[in-house]
C-alpha cells in the first residue's frame, strides 16, 4: 500500500488498541497510542472522572495530528477517540490524508467490555458522556466503519478491507513487511508454534498501557496474605515477584494464590543457590557453589542443578536466580565467599554449565548472575 496514517477512533472500550495493534501488523506499520500523547493533567482529569474540556483536548490533538504528519516510511496506526467532527479536522490539519477507521458497537457491548477493563484511567461511568458526544463520519471524511460485536479477528479483516478500499495498493507493492521491531517469535530462543505465537499476540493486544508498564517490574513479596497479593497484583499489574522464603507448603500456597489472581501468568523467581535450599526453608541442601567447584566430580554441581529445579518447580516457581557465574578472584569480597565454583574462569563455566543441564530438565528459566561481577570488589 502507499503511505497511510490511519486514527483507529470510537469510544472508551470499544478496542482501539488491540485492533489498531493487530491492522498495524497486518500493514507493517508502527502503533501509536493516543492516550501515551495526553499531558499529565488530561490524565489526572480522566481518573477522577471528570470529562475533559476542549481546552484540554486541542494540545493533545495537535500532538496527535504532529506525530501523523511525522510517521515514517510505510506510514502510521494511531489509537484516539476523534469524536467530534471539529476534533478530526483538527487532526486534519496537521495531516490532511489521515483515514480514520471508526469501531463503532452498541452502548450494551461498550459497556460490558469498560466493566470488564482493569488498570485503565477512563472509568465506565464516562461512556455514556462520550456516546453523547460522539459525532459519526460524513460522508466528506475518508474513513472506514466496522462494527466490533464481531470476533476480533472478523473485526479486523473488514478494517482491513475497509482500508483497503480508501487506500489502493501502490503499483509496485509486493505485499506487507513485518515491522522492523517485531520480533521473530519461531525463531530462537523462543520457538513458538503456532498456537503460542497466538496466545503472545492476544495477550498483547488485549493489555492496558498501564498493564504493558506494569510487566517490567518484579515485586519483592513481604507478605504472604491475600490481601497483600491482591492490591500488588490489581494495583501495579507486575510481571513477576520475588518472595521471601518460608516453608514449602507456605511458599507454594502463596504462589498458587498469585497465579489464580492474575490475567497474565507471573513469573516467580527463586534463589536455588543450593539446590532446593534457598527457595524454601525445608528445601533439599545439596552443596554451597564452592563445594561443587572443588569436587573433582563435576556432576555434583549437575544433580544440584536438577534438586533445585525440581523442587522450586514443586513450589511453583519457574524462574531460578542461579547458577552464580563470578569468578571468586578476591577472597576478601563479602557477596560471593562460598557462592562461587571457584577462582578460575575454567571451573566456574564448566560447573555452570551442569548445574544449567540439570534445572533445564524442569520447566524453569536460568537468569546466571551477577552482572558485571562481584568476584573482585572489596566493598561490603
Not at 201 to 216: D, F, H, P, R, V
Not at 227 to 250: F, I, K, Q, T, W
Not at 294 to 313: L, N
Request: a negative charge.
Amino acid at each position: 500500500m502507499n503511505k497511510i496514517r490511519i486514527v483507529v477512533m470510537g469510544v472508551s472500550g470499544c478496542g482501539k488498541t488491540t485492533i489498531g495493534d493487530l491492522v498495524a501488523r497486518k500493514l507493517g506499520v508502527p502503533f501509536l497510542d493516543g492516550d501515551s500523547l495526553h499531558p499529565v493533567e488530561n490524565v489526572a482529569k480522566m481518573a477522577a472522572g471528570t470529562p475533559l474540556t476542549d481546552e484540554d483536548r486541542w494540545p493533545w490533538l495537535a500532538t496527535v495530528g504532529s506525530e501523523l504528519a511525522a510517521a515514517g516510511d510505510g506510514g502510521l496506526v494511531l489509537a484516539c477517540s476523534a469524536l467530534r467532527r471539529s476534533y478530526r479536522d483538527a487532526i486534519r490539519a496537521q495531516a490532511p490524508d489521515t483515514i480514520f477507521l471508526h469501531l463503532n458497537g452498541s452502548r450494551e457491548v461498550l459497556k460490558a467490555r469498560t466493566e470488564g477493563r482493569t488498570g485503565h484511567f477512563m472509568p465506565p461511568a464516562l461512556l455514556d458522556s462520550q456516546l453523547a458526544t460522539l459525532e459519526p463520519l460524513q460522508e466528506d471524511e475518508r474513513g472506514v466503519v466496522v462494527d466490533i460485536a464481531a470476533p476480533v479477528a472478523d473485526v479486523v479483516a473488514q478494517a482491513l478491507k475497509g482500508i483497503a478500499g480508501v487506500v489502493p495498493p501502490a503499483k509496485d507493492a509486493s505485499g506487507t513487511r513485518p515491522r522492523q521491531f517485531d520480533v521473530d517469535l519461531t525463531a530462537a530462543p523462543f520457538n513458538l508454534d503456532a498456537g503460542a505465537i497466538a496466545w503472545v499476540e492476544g495477550t498483547l493486544g488485549a493489555m492496558t498501557l498501564e498493564e504493558k508498564i506494569g510487566q517490567l517490574f518484579i515485586n519483592h513479596n513481604n507478605d504472604y496474605s491475600p490481601g497483600y497479593l491482591d492490591g500488588v497484583l490489581e494495583n501495579y499489574h507486575v510481571g513477576g515477584m520475588r518472595y521471601r522464603p518460608g516453608p514449602s507448603a507456605a511458599v507454594q500456597e502463596h504462589i498458587r494464590y498469585a497465579q489464580s489472581k492474575t490475567r497474565i501468568p507471573l513469573l516467580i523467581a527463586s534463589n536455588p543457590e543450593m539446590g532446593g535450599a534457598g527457595s524454601c526453608d525445608d528445601g533439599t541442601f545439596v552443596s554451597t557453589h564452592l563445594q561443587a567447584g572443588s569436587h573433582p566430580d563435576k556432576t555434583i554441581a549437575r544433580q544440584m542443578g536438577q534438586v533445585a529445579g525440581v523442587e522450586t518447580a514443586a513450589l511453583g516457581c519457574n524462574w531460578a536466580f542461579a547458577p552464580i557465574v563470578d569468578i571468586h578472584y578476591n577472597w576478601r569480597n563479602t557477596v560471593i565467599s562460598t557462592r562461587s565454583f571457584g577462582n578460575t574462569p575454567e571451573i566456574v563455566v564448566e560447573r555452570a554449565k551442569e548445574y544449567f543441564d540439570g534445572i533445564s530438565e524442569s520447566p524453569t528459566a536460568c537468569a546466571m548472575k551477577h552482572f558485571p561481577g562481584d568476584g573482585i570488589d572489596e566493598r561490603d
